[in-house]
């Protein structure tokens, strides 16, 4: 696949002094969801506003489907999408003309069959007559969403696309999402909610006080950080654990009831084995046990803490 948005030696100070970003580098190959996940004034935003030419980079260059975004803006604002967190859209309107409307700001020709597939797509379809102001949060988000894929772009940008919205239309937003990736449309979408990135992104990028921390296919990422814990139930409480085991730096939790071995899964040896024969050989026996892996907010955590 070949990147669809190449991102290279961006920085953005703001007029106060504040660095935002700092030598941002990345290219978003075409057709994939890819999750940009950081804390609050990460610089999520900023980085997004860039590319769709709303903030002005104070150095580096960006492309939008090999046309560069400064010289060569309009065609590749064409090419984007933009959801933004705020809902910004005329009150007044009814969402069959603000929807319609959007799309002839691009110059796009009337396409009423079109608008329709996406009013229906996005359960608004009813609410077509309606004025904006009368609609409840959750469809306003969605009229803001009808409004971004008006002139059919191929990129699609949702910054914080849930943030605020109910169970259900965190559900459909997703489901919207995986849709629209089938149809090939790139997608990039910022959140802070992390089980969102796990559920959605083909590859997630960790932004961290204007730094680009990470870069990582999702699967990847999850076996190259994830540890995996090893937790066994003992029969009989231990009140220490026992000399002979001291090389596995094994936890003694719940009284004494359980012992908990942590290791990585991508070692060439988990130690698992050899741990179980000298808990054997010392006479410690367990009725049950039980492992689980680190989740990609554990993975996330250690990272942003890390970088502090
Ligand atoms: N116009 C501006 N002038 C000065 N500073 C700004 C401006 N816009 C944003 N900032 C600062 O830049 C930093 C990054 O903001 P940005 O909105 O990009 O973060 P974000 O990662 O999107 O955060 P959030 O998750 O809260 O939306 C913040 O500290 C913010 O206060």
Redesign the pocket.
Known sequence: MSPIITIADLS?T???G?E??KHVTLEIESGEIFA?L????????????IVCGL?NASQGRVTVGGHDIVRNYRAARKMIGLVP?ELTTDAFESVWATVNLSRGLFGKRRDPALVEDILRRLSLWDKKDSKIITLSGGMKRRVMIAKALAHEPQILFL??PTAGVDVELRRDMWNLVRKLRSDGVTIIL?T?YIDEAEEMADRIGV?NR?ELVLVEDKAELMRKLGKKQLTLQLLQPLDAIPGSLSSYGLELSDDGGELTYSYDTQAERTGITALLRDLADAEIRFRDLRTRQSSLEEIFVNLVSDAK
Do not use: C, M, R, W
């Open positions: 953005k703001y007029a106060t504040f935002a970003l940009l950081g804390p609050n004034g990460a610089g999520k935003t900023t980085l997004i506003s903030v967190q910054d914080e910022t802070h932004i204007g």
